[in-house]
């Protein structure tokens, strides 16, 4: 029995985990944005974070880099963008910030919103992007895919 938590454990602490971003226009309600979220997380329990963005206030560099690497998705309609977590590239950024920032790290004095910040820089970078595309249905198929490789 406790071989077998052994291995569950370890295998949990291998497994790839996701982050989804749904984009919409000012005009999606948010009943539909979380329905599609709700269907993207439950699609195979391999998605950490999710996150609503309007795509009209986002940051037009980002989306550039989506059109550009994915030029069949119309920016003009909801799309969902799908990154992998990179926890070793997130804890190496936070180290980064906070050897630049000793002393407020060393009173507990860095806000949490520094973390937040570099998580999101992160987990959301669109020239990392494994897909982007406005089909729901596409972006379910590739999480579960994702999850049965892994």
């Known amino acids: 029995m406790l071989t077998s938590q052994f291995f569950k454990k370890n295998e949990k602490a291998n497994q790839v985990f996701y982050h989804v971003a749904v984009f919409t226009n000012g005009s999606t309600d948010e009943d539909t944005s979380q329905a599609w979220t709700d269907q993207l997380m439950d699609a195979a329990e391999n998605v950490a974070t999710a996150e609503w963005i309007i795509a009209e206030e986002y940051d037009t560099g980002e ?81 579960v895919k994702q999850a049965s490789i892994g």
């Not at 992998?84 to 906070?98: A, L, N």
């Not at 860095?110 to 669109?126: C, F, G, H, K, N």
């Open 63 to 143: 989306l550039a880099i989506l059109k550009e690497r994915f030029p069949a998705v119309d920016q003009q309609q909801p799309f969902f963008q799908i990154n992998e977590i990179d926890y070793t590239e997130i804890q190496k950024e936070v180290e980064k910030m906070e050897s630049t920032q000793k002393w407020r790290k060393f009173f507990n004095l860095i806000p949490l919103t520094d973390y937040l910040d570099i998580e999101d820089r992160i987990v959301s970078d669109a020239s990392k992007s494994l897909l982007c595309t406005n089909d729901l249905d596409e972006a379910e198929r590739f999480l």
